[in-house]
């Protein structure tokens, strides 16, 4: 067997990873990015992350909430993972807000767009997708579950003419990678990055040790 190295394989591929590339990848098949604003965003925004991100609506963003096990899984890790899809859009009256006009798109639109878009979507099989490297093809991940849609409130931190809507999405996924767990062990020096590590503040102890 090849050697394992994390840099290549678990730092750029796995679950987690192909159903973050599949929501976004059908996201922007729907939501043209030459007319909708896409990105990453934390759990939590707080208020310079959405004045940063939100500059330019409509903006369709998106953030990972958890991957939750299953207790009956046994030795293979099998889990639900969980996203949230944040759409954000603009208009002085409140009414166009919600129906859209010319000026643009509404929020029911964007909310029934994206939920047709993602229920139910199944990735194809790697052997369809004609991918030389399987890594280039969303492998491993079930079909996505929309669970929930929310309005949201951005605590005063946006314009009082944006508004936010939230979708949960869900998709079944195995943690564990192909490769054995003894190749896994045999890692040495795998990562590679150009940051350095980032400095705990002093008064932190993250070791255990008293």
Known sequence: MAALNPASVLATRGPLHNAGRL?????????????????????????????????????VGLTWLSATPDPKAGRVLRARG??????????????????????GP????????????LHGLTPEPVAATGAVDPGDAIEDVGSLDVTEITALTSEDWLPDDRAVAALVVQTDFTMTDAHDLPALLRLRGGWSFDGAAIAVPGDQDLTGDA
């Open 23 to 59: 929501i976004r990848a059908r996201l922007e098949a729907v939501f043209p990015p030459a007319r909708f604003d896409h990105g990453w965003l934390s759990i939590a925004p707080g208020r310079e992350e959405w004045k940063r991100v939100v500059r330019r609506v409509p903006f």
């Open 82 to 103: 969980s996203f949230r899809v944040l759409l954000v859009n603009a208009h002085p009256d409140v009414a166009a807000r919600f129906v859209g006009d010319s000026i």
């Open 106 to 117: 509404g929020q029911f639109a964007m909310v029934q767009v994206a939920a047709l878009a």
